[in-house]
């Protein structure tokens, strides 16, 4: 029974060592494959905060993205801008023919170079039509403050086409002249307005003389100043698609 004992330990002690081998090297081998694994992980996985971390060199910054450019839309505007004032000054014309021929039959009649009666036959004609004339450019000049001047000032304008520079500068002109207009057709309405009441018996004629000798003052100034507006070197030439370019 020791014979057999002393030989069977050795051997037992063999294959457990062999066994202890064996296993030790599956596990070395699985090891290695779970590394290799590892090293093949996809971006696509839930444990994805480095493998999908883009480089340095791609990653995009918000202040590199192109930034789009913004339309300049000041020509088109000053263009609009300047057929606006053109149609209200249209409308000034008829209105201040009349009543620069009403003031200057006055201008006439002091220095002796028409009669009364003449003055007389110059103010009854200028007459009609007078207030169809007046309504017609305050209609006009009504759709101009709906619609609005939009056109830079040429002190604000800044850098800018040689194409815009001018048609700022010719808006700004016009508009001059547009409120001188203004301001003389308005002089020109009050008096149309007193004639009428003359004519009608609500106004005496001392009281009338009194107010036309006011307005006859008032109006040489005022179409002075008009016609020192249009006289603007800027308004020789025209915006791109004005009525005056056309």
Same mark, same amino acid.
């Given at each position: 029974?020791?014979?057999?004992?002393?030989?069977?330990? *050795? =051997? %037992?002690?063999?294959?457990?060592?062999?066994?202890? !081998?064996?296993?030790?090297?599956?596990?070395?081998?699985?090891?290695?494959?779970?590394?290799?694994?590892?090293? $093949?992980?996809?971006?696509?996985?839930? $444990?994805?905060?480095?493998?999908?971390?883009?480089?340095?060199?791609?990653?995009?910054?918000?202040?590199?993205? *192109?930034? *789009?450019?913004?339309?300049?839309?000041?020509?088109?505007?000053?263009? #609009?801008?300047?057929?606006?004032?053109?149609?209200?000054?249209?409308?000034?014309?008829? =209105?201040? %023919?009349?009543?620069?021929?009403?003031?200057?039959?006055?201008?006439?009649?002091?220095?002796?170079? +028409?009669?009364?009666?003449?003055?007389?036959?110059?103010?009854?004609?200028?007459?009609?039509?007078?207030?169809?004339?007046?309504?017609?450019?305050?209609?006009?000049?009504?759709? @101009? /403050?709906?619609? !609005?001047?939009?056109?830079?000032?040429?002190?604000?304008?800044?850098?800018?086409?040689?194409?815009?520079?001018?048609?700022?500068? +010719?808006?700004?002109?016009?508009?001059?002249?547009?409120?001188?207009?203004?301001?003389? +057709?308005?002089?020109?309405?009050?008096?149309?307005?007193?004639?009428?009441?003359?004519?009608?018996?609500?106004?005496?004629? /001392?009281?009338?003389?009194?107010?036309?000798?006011?307005?006859?003052?008032?109006?040489?100034?005022? @179409?002075?100043?008009? %016609?020192? =507006?249009?006289?603007?070197?800027?308004? #020789?030439?025209?915006?791109?698609?004005?009525?005056? =370019?056309?």
């Amino acid at each position: 029974m020791q014979g057999n004992g002393g030989t069977t330990a *050795p =051997a %037992r002690l063999l294959a457990l060592t062999f066994l202890v !081998g064996t296993m030790l090297g599956l596990l070395g081998v699985l090891l290695w494959v779970s590394v290799l694994d590892s090293d $093949d992980t996809p971006s696509g996985t839930t $444990d994805n905060t480095v493998a999908s971390e883009p480089e340095p060199e791609q990653r995009s910054s918000p202040s590199a993205a *192109p930034v *789009p450019a913004v339309a300049d839309t000041r020509a088109e505007r000053c263009s #609009e801008a300047a057929a606006g004032l053109e149609a209200a000054l249209d409308a000034a014309r008829p =209105a201040l %023919r009349q009543w620069d021929v009403h003031v200057e039959a006055m201008n006439q009649l002091v220095v002796g170079e +028409i009669t009364l009666q003449q003055a007389t036959r110059f103010w009854d004609r200028t007459r009609l039509g007078a207030q169809r004339n007046v309504d017609h450019f305050r209609e006009a000049w009504k759709a @101009l /403050e709906r619609s !609005g001047v939009d056109c830079p000032a040429p002190d604000l304008l800044g850098p800018a086409p040689a194409e815009v520079r001018s048609c700022s500068r +010719i808006v700004d002109a016009e508009l001059g002249v547009a409120r001188a207009a203004r301001t003389s +057709i308005s002089t020109w309405d009050m008096h149309v307005q007193h004639m009428d009441m003359l004519r009608m018996g609500t106004l005496s004629p /001392e009281k009338a003389t009194e107010m036309w000798l006011d307005m006859w003052q008032r109006g040489m100034r005022d @179409l002075g100043a008009y %016609r020192a =507006a249009a006289r603007n070197p800027a308004l #020789e030439v025209s915006c791109p698609g004005s009525h005056a =370019a056309d």
